[in-house]
Nanobody, 126 residues
């Protein structure tokens, strides 16, 4: 049974930082590209960042320069370091896993991800 479990969300003031973690189990983690998405109330789920199997990273323009994704294959965990947080970053953050045989492939599409975590709330106060 595959599980993705996010942690690290919370309430932070604008300009502050949070570090999200996503621990994966029940899958061969190194065979998956990983992504973080977020969903604000009344809005569609949007892609935030992705990391390929090889460690290549891609960011949405809205978070570029502020967020950093990384992965530790030995710990089956992907991280999202979020700095300089803004009110508009407030959302439920989800990690997701995409199986791919390609080491440099990543996806920004919700439909291409095979597994999802339950989400963790990030609230940024202005």
């Amino acid at each position: 049974q595959v599980q993705l479990v996010e942690s690290g969300g919370g309430l932070v003031q604008a300009g502050g930082s949070l570090r999200l973690s996503c621990a994966a189990s029940g899958l061969t983690f190194s065979n998956y590209a990983m992504g973080w998405f977020r969903q604000a109330p009344g809005k569609e789920r949007e892609w935030v960042v992705a990391i390929t199997r090889s460690g290549y990273t891609v960011y949405a323009d809205s978070v570029k320069g502020r967020f950093t994704i990384s992965r530790d294959n030995a710990k089956n965990t992907v991280y999202l370091q979020m700095n300089s947080l803004k009110f508009e970053d407030t959302a439920v953050y989800y990690c997701a896993a995409h199986f791919t045989r390609l080491r440099n492939y990543y996806s920004t599409l919700v439909a291409e991800y095979n597994y999802w975590g339950q989400g963790t709330q990030v609230t940024v106060s202005s």
